[in-house]
């Protein structure tokens, strides 16, 4: 049974960092993309960032410069480190893994179960 476990989320003053990790169980995704989307309260799940199997990254706009998407594929996990957070970055953050074809946008095969990050002003 394939499964995506996020870790890491929190309560975080705006400004401060939080590093989530997704670990991945019941297959290798070493050569399949993963990303990581969120979703707040009221408003629909979005695409926060990607990286490819061979390294390629992919961010949001809102999203750029701020956080750092990595993978370490000897241990099945992949990272998300954000910093200069802000309170509109509040949301339940979602592993992803295994993306359609060639483009982060397109559909993912797995999803974990979320975790939550709390950003106060």
């Known amino acids: 049974q394939v499964q995506l476990i996020e870790s890491g989320g929190g309560l975080v003053q705006a400004g401060g960092s939080l590093r989530l990790s997704c670990a991945a169980s019941g297959r290798t995704f070493s050569s399949s993309g993963m990303g990581w989307f969120r979703q707040a309260p009221g408003k629909e799940r979005e695409f926060v960032a990607a990286?490819?199997?061979?390294?390629?990254?992919y961010y949001a706009d809102s999203v750029k410069g701020r956080f750092t998407i990595s993978r370490d594929n000897d241990k099945n996990m992949v990272y998300l480190q954000m910093n200069s957070l802000k309170p509109e970055d509040t949301a339940v953050y979602y592993c992803?893994?295994?993306?359609?074809?060639?483009?982060?946008?397109?559909?993912?095969?797995?999803w974990g179960q979320g975790t939550q990050v709390t950003v106060s002003s």
């Open positions: 992803a893994g295994d993306y359609q074809g060639s483009s982060p946008f397109n559909p993912y095969n797995y």
């Open positions: 990286i490819s199997w061979n390294g390629s990254t």
